[in-house]
Nanobody, 113 residues
Framework: QVQVVESGGGLVQPGGSLRLSCVAS????????MGWYRERPGKQRELVAG?????TPHYKDSVKGRFTLSRDNTKIDLQMNDLNAEDTAVYYC?????????WGQGTQVTVSS
C-alpha cells in the first residue's frame, strides 16, 4: 500500500506565495507520475500540475509561470507564487501506480484579503 501525506496549505493574501509538499510512502517502487489536483466549491476536480518519474513537469495553463512543481523520488513540492482568488481550493496530491492511484486527504488553500 501507498500512503500520501500533504502539508503547506493555509490562508494567504492575493499576490502571496505558498509551498505545498507531498510525500508518498510505503510501496513506492510502484509510483510513476505524481501531481497536484484542486477542487473548488461546486466545480470538478482538476489537474493543476503533474510530474513524471523522470522529473518532467506539466502545468494547467492558468498557473504557468506562477507555479513550479519539483520532485525528489516520491516527494513533490509545488511552489505557488502570485496567488489569486481563483487559486482558492482544496488541493489534493496524487500518486499514480498505473493500476491504481493514491490520494492524500487534501489541504485547503485560501487566497483572500
Amino acid at each position: 500500500q501507498v500512503q500520501v501525506v500533504e502539508s503547506g496549505g493555509g490562508l494567504v493574501q492575493p499576490g502571496g506565495s505558498l509551498r505545498l509538499s507531498c510525500v508518498a510512502s510505503g510501496a513506492i517502487a510502484s509510483i510513476y507520475n505524481m501531481g497536484w489536483y484542486r477542487e473548488r466549491p461546486g466545480k470538478q476536480r482538476e489537474l493543476v500540475a503533474g510530474i513524471t518519474r523522470e522529473g518532467t513537469p506539466h502545468y494547467k495553463d492558468s498557473v504557468k509561470g506562477r507555479f513550479t512543481l519539483s520532485r525528489d523520488n516520491t516527494k513533490i513540492d509545488l511552489q505557488m507564487n502570485d496567488l489569486n482568488a481563483e487559486d482558492t481550493a482544496v488541493y489534493y496530491c496524487n500518486a499514480d501506480a498505473r493500476v491504481v492511484s493514491y490520494w492524500g486527504q487534501g489541504t485547503q488553500v485560501t487566497v483572500s484579503s
